[in-house]
């Protein structure tokens, strides 16, 4: 039985444009290979993108979750003080 080919990571994704746009850059290859190249670092460049939100959304997600978990200190003397006056300017 083969073995399942494993999804390359986000860094290992980065890795490949990097190489990509050093082979590019360089100027050794002709118009076929680097028109090649080029595509596939844009196929790249798109999955990345994609990486990049999803991480984004558990990032918003779990900051969501902990914001909603947080209850201030009723003893906190700076919780009091917030409670007592609203517009954050202090009593004179």
């Known amino acids: 039985m083969a073995a399942a080919k494993k999804e390359p990571t986000f ?12 082979e590019l850059e360089k100027g050794d290859l002709g118009l076929e290979p680097a028109i090649d190249r080029y595509q596939e670092g844009i ?4 999955d990345c993108h994609a990486v990049l939100g ?13 914001e909603a978990s947080l209850e201030a ?20």
């Open 73 to 92: 200190y009723a003893a906190d003397p700076d919780f009091a003080a917030a409670e007592g006056d609203e517009d954050g300017e202090e009593d004179s």
């Open 11 to 22: 860094d290992d994704r980065l890795r490949r444009i990097e190489g990509i746009v050093a």
């Open 54 to 66: 999803g991480f984004r959304k558990r990032v918003e997600e779990l900051t969501a979750e902990a």
């Open 43 to 46: 196929a790249l460049l798109k």
